[in-house]
Every structure is written in structure tokens, then in C-alpha cells.
């Protein structure tokens, strides 16, 4: 059964940047589209980005458009979350997710990201 594991979360000053990583753990998942949701406390999980298997078309949410980046390198099986421009209300736990497309979800652990004002 394949795997997600994300890191580059941690503490940041408003404003400031980071940049998440999300490593597979086989190449099937090139194959898939990838994604990233957040879930900050006693809130629901909510959609933040997600891309193409060719990493083309990416789509986000309207309170990340503009700020962060989604991309993705197959050859490294690993997908990204950059972040620019970070806000408190960014806080909260980011989750990498891949579909495969015959009704099964793979996610990964999360990673805390905590913005200060």
C-alpha cells in the first residue's frame, strides 16, 4: 500500500514563507493526481490546492489563489506546497492527498504549520 509523507511545516512570522514537501513512496502515484487540504483546530478539513498528474492545471482555493504554489516532480515522487505571504489564519495542519481515480484516497500524516502575527 503506497504512502505519503509530508514535511517542511513549522513555525513562521506573517508574512514569511514555506515551502512543503510531500514524498511518495512508490511511482504510482505519478500517475495520480496529488493535492493538499489543511485542517486548523475544531475546523473541518478544507481544500487548499491540487494538480495533474502532468502537473499542468493547477487549481486552488480562493483564500490561497495568489499566494501559494502547487507543482509537482514525478521523477522524485515528490509533490510541493509553496507558500508566500503567509497570514494567521494560514495555521493549521497540511495534508498531501493522491486520488487514483477507482474511489480510493491516500493521505499522508500532515504537518503542522503555525503562522505568528
Known amino acids: 500500500q503506497g504512502r505519503l509523507v509530508e514535511s517542511g511545516g513549522g513555525l513562521v512570522q506573517a508574512g514569511g514563507s514555506l515551502t512543503l514537501s510531500c514524498v511518495a513512496s512508490?511511482?504510482?502515484?505519478?500517475?495520480?493526481?496529488m493535492g493538499w487540504f489543511r485542517q486548523a483546530p475544531g475546523t473541518e478539513r478544507e481544500f487548499v490546492a491540487a494538480?495533474?498528474?502532468?502537473?499542468?492545471?493547477?487549481i486552488y482555493s480562493d483564500s490561497v489563489k495568489g499566494r501559494f504554489t502547487i507543482s509537482r516532480d514525478n521523477g522524485k515522487n515528490t509533490l510541493y506546497l509553496q507558500m508566500n505571504s503567509l497570514e494567521p489564519e494560514d495555521t493549521a495542519v497540511y495534508y498531501c492527498?493522491?486520488?487514483?481515480?477507482?474511489?480510493?484516497?491516500?493521505w499522508g500524516r500532515g504537518t503542522q504549520v503555525t503562522v505568528s502575527s
Open positions: 492527498y493522491a486520488n487514483d481515480g477507482i474511489g480510493n484516497l491516500y
Open positions: 512508490d511511482r504510482t502515484f505519478s500517475s495520480h493526481p
Open positions: 494538480i495533474s498528474p502532468s502537473g499542468f492545471r493547477p
